[in-house]
């Protein structure tokens, strides 16, 4: 699982929190790493590709083949368990964010002025959530990588306006010009 997967990963199961409570949490986090795991056991990513044509994604036919020539030739390797280590690094991540909910959006408050974290689209503030805990609280994100993946999800999870207003937000919090500090 790529970094990208992971924080994809981590920003679904923080937009799950302005739906379940917080003691839930926990469990809707394990709910959704038993799905994903079930998920990389039987998808394979390299058998699809997006047409240039019309963007929709279609299976490829000769990868599809070889993944199952593969398989063939060593039928253990869809037995593999996926990566541990990205489902721990998954959900660590996911309780350091929740631990530090109250701050990360008071930092939102202050930063995305004149707009109120309760106003904010569940899946932008989801987002913005992410990127705010990876500015502020966790050092070995480089804060222009939390700002360009925060801006990429956007364009996949967002509509058109999401990007340039979530880029804004961070920008507020890398500059500093947030009422809090």
């Not at 039987?42 to 993944?67: C, H």
């Not at 002025?113 to 050092?139: H, N, T």
């Amino acid at each position: 699982m790529t970094r990208r997967d992971e924080r994809d990963a981590i920003v679904r199961i923080i937009f799950q929190t302005s739906f379940f409570p917080a003691k839930k949490m926990g469990e809707q986090t394990e709910e959704y790493l038993k799905g994903l795991k079930e998920e990389e056991k039987v998808f394979r990513p390299s058998m699809y590709e997006e047409s240039e044509e019309d963007g929709f994604i279609r299976a490829d036919a000769s990868a599809d083949k070889k993944a199952k020539d593969d398989l063939n030739k060593n039928p253990d390797k869809n037995a593999e368990e996926p990566d541990e280590k990205s489902y721990t690094y998954i959900r660590e991540k996911v309780e350091n964010i929740l631990a530090k909910l109250p701050e990360i959006d008071e930092l939102l408050e202050s930063a995305s002025k004149d707009w109120k974290v309760s106003r904010l689209g569940k899946m932008e503030l989801a987002i913005l959530r992410v990127a705010a805990y990876e500015i502020r609280f966790d050092p070995e994100i480089p804060e222009k990588v939390a700002v360009n993946e925060a801006i990429e999800l956007s364009k996949i999870y967002c509509d058109d306006k999401a990007a340039p207003f979530i880029n804004g937000v961070l920008n507020q919090l890398l500059t500093g010009n947030t009422e809090q500090e």
